[in-house]
Every structure is written in C-alpha cells, then in structure tokens.
C-alpha cells in the first residue's frame, strides 16, 4: 500500500512532469503542422559562455532576447541558451530564471521550426529564404508562437498546480515583452489573429511566395 508521503512524493514527480512536458518544440509543432525530421533536429545546449550581444546591454534598459539570453543559428542548426543572460535578465525582472529558461526556449525552437520545420511534403524553408525575412518579422513570428505556445500549454494542463506554475512563465513573457527592443514588441498587434491564418502565412512565407517584410505580413493578416 502506498503510504502518504509516497502519495505526496508522486504527486511531485508527476506535477513537475506536466509542467515540463510536453518540451517546446513538440508544442510548437502541433501548434505550426510542421514536424522536426528524426536525426535532422537543431541541436541544442545550455552554455556558461559569454552571449555574444551581452556587454552591448549592460545598462539593463533593454534585453533583447537573441544574443543576450538565447540565439539560434540558422546555417548550423544550432539552439543555445545562454545561462549568464538568463541569470542577468531574471534579476532586473525580479522573475525566477527557469521560468524566463523555458520562455527563451519557445522562442528560439520558434525561430528553428519556422526554418527547417517540415511541411507536409517534407519541404523545408531553404537557408536563403529564412535569410531572407527581415529582423522584425522574424522576431514577430517567434513571440507570436511563443504566445500561442505558452497560451496552449495553459489551457491543456489537467492539474492546477502545474497551470499555476505554467500561468507564471506567461506572466514572465509578458513583463519581459516592454523591456525587450521594439522588434519585438510588435507581436500583441496580431495576437487575436487566428493561428490558422498565421500557419498559412508562414508556408508561404517559407516557400518564397511572399516577401519577408512586416507590412506585407500586416497587410495580409489582419
């Protein structure tokens, strides 16, 4: 018979299970409809290294995700965390720094799924065609998924304890959204939008049927 410790103990684990799974990349692909292909995955690692943006925002006024806390590198493949930004970041937000780790994650396997997530005829979105899209928009596409993504994991956790816990990486999203530079700030504009005609965008937009601009993506959307 399972004691009441026992029973405390499991329901830990299984708390704990819920709230760090399923991992990003699985939600944002039932999010997207695109499939990372088994074996051609970004890699991705945690990094004591120096972010390569990190001395240009010492002042603390603003904090940029890409460079200082995270990046993606599209023509490797790679994902890095970078756990001196995060550190840095979680203490001017006075937030926990595995709540903004799992925020920074969304946002680079949101960079990543957009360029070699696959469609459903096991297409990719070439390196020239995701070099093509200006700054902004891709910062835009990447909070927006991370919006829906964090949103989705909300509304699909069985147990309070884990929505709670999810609701507060939410909540770090949106205080580190006004502190982060106006690229990518441009997201709660199309937040409303529904995530169908956001896919849509995105597959043209990866097969080059549409230029890669904000006002393009504006004018179309909304």
């Known amino acids: 018979m399972t004691t009441e410790n026992e029973k405390n103990v499991l329901s830990v684990i299984d708390n704990a299970y819920e709230f760090l799974w399923p991992m990003p990349f699985q939600v ?19 990094s004591e290294e120096e972010p390569p943006l990190f001395d240009s925002y010492q ?5 940029p995700i890409d460079g200082v806390l995270g990046i993606y590198y599209p023509r490797s493949r790679e994902i890095i965390i970078f756990q001196k930004g ?6 001017l937000l006075n937030e926990k720094p595995e709540h903004l780790e799992i925020v920074v994650k969304y946002h680079e396997w949101s960079h990543a799924i957009i ?3 696959r469609d459903e005829n096991n297409e990719i979105c070439s390196l020239r065609a ?4 200006e700054n902004r928009l891709h910062e835009t596409l990447a909070q927006l998924l991370t ?5 989705h994991r909300i509304n699909n956790a069985q147990r309070e304890i884990a929505r709670q816990a999810l609701q507060k990486v939410f909540e770090v999203f949106k205080v580190l959204s006004p502190r982060q530079p106006p690229e990518y700030r441009d997201w709660n504009k199309f937040e409303n ?9 995105m597959l043209a937009l990866r097969k080059h049927d549409i230029r890669g601009k904000p006002d393009v993506f504006e004018s179309l959307i909304l």
Do not use: C
């Open 115 to 117: 360029h070699i997530g």
């Open 28 to 46: 944002l692909q039932i999010l997207t409809g695109l499939e990372f292909k088994i074996g051609k995955f970004p890699s991705d690692r945690m």
């Open 130 to 133: 995701y070099n093509s899209i």
């Open 59 to 63: 002042s603390g006024e603003i904090i």
């Open 86 to 91: 995060i550190n840095w970041a979680s203490k």
């Open 147 to 151: 919006y829906h993504g964090l949103k």
């Open 193 to 201: 939008v529904p995530l169908e005609r956001l896919r849509k965008f």
